[in-house]
């Protein structure tokens, strides 16, 4: 990056950085408040509608919810802010809640990860070369498939992929996330691992689980990213510099990257941020179909033993994840922008 | 310092755009002219009439699709029409440029303007990216932009829309090019920045010798910048001639109009008079004048029978009942 673009981004994040802590807070105490106000409670949930009041008010001492809320969201936080989520109540009693996290929000990320990847690379060519034959077979064709995409749901399509690829013809792995190869363990993302290890096998193993989930989840932000690519490369080209690059004689080369697909990228990218919400959602229905062990079965079995501790470790690192990608995304914006960062 | 083998060489030229439904539709309809090399010649007419598709013709930048060109534009012999996309590309920006009117949005917003200055030396000169650098900021210094090595990295954006469209000419005159098209340059900008537009314009195509199609919608524009003047109506030249007889004795009535509708400092108190009515009043020219709706003396010929263009003396001229010459 040229040394006149560093500067006003790196104080262009500054400045974000400072904004998502604000928002992450203010998400912290809404989190807090609306699971303590859901119906039933943890001590329900354990021990039952017919516990005697003396074993409800003992659990609830032992658990600290006998005091009053606002003492407890200041514990909360005093602890989170160290790292310590509390204990599981639920999903594995006694388990520490960040544990929890640990082991399955990799899975999850790895995923979305690959699944957004796989959407950006096939969408964004396809979206620039349906603008550029607009109205001819190719076009008309992605906008079908696009449109398919949009309306199939995610799990109906992880099934089909499921049937026909892993149970059907037996190309991939029907479910899990790697085989037992005894793998090394470092960061909990397995394809990671591998590499870093050099357990060669470990990474094949973890990308072959990872590929038919990773397709039908890519199915959500794919349609999405190649709808606005298509639509920001249609009104890119009506643009008058676009017509000023034609009258330069620069190539065909030059005028699609540097003209074209520069300014035609401004939206996508929005776009890619705000889709992490909705895969992040799919990645969950997906896991399911492929018993893929992410945060999927964790939350579904937290919420209804109204564990706490590890809802609000979950939910807090999703919506940290969000906030952290649209960060991201604010960088490139401004990277490619100069309007954004020069203001 | 002109000869007389032109360079560039308009002839019958016609754009028809198919429209859904419709029947198709004559942006230009059978026009002609020439430039000669180093020459300047004004395009002028009311909005509408077809200066910008007869530009966007000449350069080969009509969209792909929806529209039919025939005629031919000979640039220093060659056809333009029949060349191949990649010649075409080729040329432009080489040996035609051309500036837009709306200094603004012709500047790609988030590339560095020095960037776009070069890009076209990379393009034409075989030149690195590096080695442009330098002479683009000559350019820019040519064009009146202080400070170049540091204008040179900003971005549109940081600019004036005067300095911007001194860029725009920079661009235009980076390859040395033998023909600029400047359609309506200075419409976007102050009355100040136009002025200044147009006599930087006027001083750079004088030093290199590059002949210039000037198009406009303002007659004063064209009064102080060209040496030949071709009045387009409704897609047609209604009226042709050398700068000075031209304004002296406009002879077509909408030529006359125009004049007419241009404030003049020596003229204060006079009443402007504009011409009535609008483009939407137009008669197809298959049978009739199409200005006959508007025109100040119209006789019944006009709504019957096409005018055709006679040349006579250097002076062109579409119209069944000229204005009279005052003795
Ligand atoms: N791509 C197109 N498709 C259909 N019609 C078009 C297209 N481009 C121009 N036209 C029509 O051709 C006619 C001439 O347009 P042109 O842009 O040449 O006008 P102009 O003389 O440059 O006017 P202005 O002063 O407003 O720029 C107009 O009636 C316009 O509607
Ligand atoms: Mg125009």
């Known amino acids: 990056m040229p040394k006149e673009v560093c500067g006003p981004v790196l104080r262009y994040i500054i400045r974000r950085l400072l904004q998502m802590s604000g928002v992450i807070v203010v998400l912290s105490l809404l989190l807090f408040l609306w699971l303590r106000s859901l119906p039933g409670g943890t001590v329900s949930a354990i021990l039952g509608e017919r516990a005697t009041p003396e074993s409800r008010a003992r659990l609830e001492k032992a658990l600290g919810l ?217 990645a969950v229905l997906t896991e399911k179909v492929f018993a893929f062990g992410g945060i999927g079965e964790a939350l579904a079995i937290a919420f209804q033993m109204r564990d706490y501790s590890v809802l609000q470790v979950l939910i807090l690192m999703a919506a940290t994840v969000f906030v952290v990608v649209n960060l991201l995304v604010d960088i490139s914006y401004a990277v490619i922008d100069p309007r954004v960062r020069t203001r | 310092m002109m000869s007389d083998a032109p360079l560039l060489s308009v002839e019958d030229l016609t754009v028809t755009f198919g429209r859904r439904g419709q029947e198709p539709f004559r942006a230009v309809d059978g026009v002609s002219f020439q430039v000669r090399p180093g020459q300047t010649v004004g395009l002028v007419g009311e909005s509408g009439c077809g200066k910008s598709v007869t530009s966007l013709a000449i350069m080969g930048l009509l969209p792909q699709r929806g529209n039919t060109v025939s005629g031919r534009v000979d640039f220093e012999g060659t056809n333009l029409l029949e060349l191949s996309t990649d010649d075409m590309r080729d040329r432009r920006g080489r040996d035609i440029a051309m500036v837009f009117q709306d200094p603004l949005s012709s500047l790609n917003p988030v590339v560095p303007v020095g960037v776009q200055v070069t890009e076209v030396l990379e393009r ?181 029978v096409t005018p055709v263009l006679e040349e006579s003396f250097g002076r062109a001229l579409r119209c069944h009942n000229p204005v009279e010459v005052p003795r």
Request: charged share 20%; proline share 6%.
């Open chain 1, 66 to 282: 006998d005091e009053p809320i606002y003492l407890q969201y200041f514990r909360f936080v005093g602890r989170a802010l160290r790292g310590e989520f509390g204990a599981s109540t639920g999903v594995l009693p006694g388990r520490d809640a960040f544990d929890i996290f640990l082991t399955r929000f990799p899975a999850t990320i790895e995923l979305s990860f690959l699944a957004i990847l796989i959407a950006v690379v096939v969408a964004i060519p396809l979206g620039y070369v349906a603008a550029r034959s607009r109205g001819g077979w190719l076009d008309n064709a992605s906008v079908v498939a696009s449109l398919i995409g949009v309306a199939v749901p995610v799990f109906f399509l992880a099934f089909l992929l499921k049937y026909f690829f892993a149970i059907k013809w037996g190309l991939l792995p029907v479910s899990g996330r790697q085989e037992s190869l005894g793998c090394t363990r470092v960061t909990g993302f397995f394809v990671l691992d591998g590499l870093l290890t050099r357990e060669f096998d470990c990474s094949w193993s973890a990308l072959r689980h990872l590929i038919l989930p990773a397709f039908a989840l890519a199915s959500i932000p794919f349609a999405v990213v190649f709808r606005i690519t298509r639509a920001a490369v249609l009104d890119v080209l009506d643009e008058d510099y676009v017509r000023t690059a034609e009258a330069k004689g620069l190539t065909k080369q030059v005028i699609r990257g540097r003209h074209v697909l520069r300014n035609a990228m401004l939206p996508v990218v929005t776009t890619i941020g705000l889709q992490v919400g909705a895969l992040l959602a799919g």
């Open chain 2, 124 to 304: 034409h000169r075989g030149m690195t990216r590096k080695a442009a650098m330098p002479v683009a900021a000559d350019l820019l210094r040519r064009v009146g932009i202080p400070d170049p090595d540091r204008r040179i990295k900003d971005y549109p954006h940081q600019m004036s829309g005067g300095m911007r469209q001194r860029a725009l000419i920079a661009i235009a005159l980076a390859c040395a090019p033998r023909l600029l098209i400047a359609d309506e340059p200075t419409t976007a900008l102050d009355v100040t920045i136009q002025a200044q537009i147009l006599a930087l314009l006027k001083e750079l195509v004088e030093d290199t010798g590059t002949a210039l199609i000037m198009i406009t919608h303002d007659l004063g524009v064209v009064a102080g910048l060209c040496d030949e003047v071709n009045v387009l109506y409704g897609g047609r030249i209604v009226e042709r001639g050398a700068r000075h007889p031209l304004f002296r004795d406009p002879r077509h009535p909408y030529t006359n109009g125009l004049l007419g509708s241009i404030p003049r400092l020596d003229a204060v108190g006079e009443r402007l008079t504009p011409i009535p009515g609008s483009v939407a009043d137009n008669l197809p020219w298959d049978h009739a004048c199409a200005f006959a709706p508007r025109c100040s003396q119209p006789i019944e010929r006009c709504t019957q």
